[in-house]
């Protein structure tokens, strides 16, 4: 009989070539440069937060792909020394859901976030909090506790839902692209489907 891990959270050195992205990851890391630099004259300064996959040599980046990124890039350029890269080991039976919870919530606190990754973390954190709560008894209204855990207002949330459910996908595209801002993007989701 096979004895279950401990659920224990470790803190280890992990070689960057056994890290991979989370595919639920939907967060911008194409801009890297200054992070780059940064590491390069100070090591990495944050725990990238991270998950093994179960039967391999490999750990799945639940916090830190923009980290992982960088150093990759570092050690791409024969900076060998940085290839170990510390790392926070959440435990090998975390609950999914909770694990893309957590993959949220500590992109939606650490950086600047676009308008289109607010509105995808919202659609996501919103979905997961709602699956979540089948299986699990937490006191609260959905709404309340994704701008709770987003750590927004309830008027953010109310522009959020406004663009989401009637901005039509040709302007939500272009919001995407940051081609119109969150406030243009909401006064257009407050016309017909036809005049925007």
Not at 165 to 181: A, G, Q, V, Y
Request: glycine letters at 4%.
């Amino acid at each position: 009989m096979q004895k279950s891990k401990p659920n224990i959270i470790t803190n280890e050195m992990i070689s960057v070539h056994k890290l991979i992205p989370h595919v639920q990851n939907f967060y911008d890391v194409s801009d890297i440069a200054d992070l780059k630099d940064s590491i390069e004259m100070f090591g990495v300064k944050q725990n990238l937060v991270v998950v093994k996959v179960i039967g391999q040599d490999q750990y799945r980046v639940i916090a830190g792909h923009r980290r992982m990124l960088a150093v990759r890039s570092l050690v791409d350029d024969g900076k060998n020394e940085f290839e170990m890269v510390p790392c926070r080991v959440e435990p090998e039976n975390i609950d999914k859901i909770k694990e893309e919870l957590l993959l949220i919530y500590t992109n939606s606190t650490t950086r600047q976030l676009s308008n289109y990754e607010k509105i995808e973390q919202f659609n996501r954190m919103k979905l997961l909090i709602a699956e979540y709560k089948k299986t699990n008894s937490i006191p609260g209204r959905i709404r309340e506790l994704v701008a709770d855990a987003l750590q927004i207002s309830p008027a953010a949330v109310g522009r959020i839902e406004q663009v989401e459910k009637n901005l039509t996908p040709e302007f939500k595209e272009e919001l995407k692209k940051e081609n119109i801002s969150m406030d243009t993007a909401v006064e257009l989701s407050k016309m017909s489907k036809d005049d925007q």
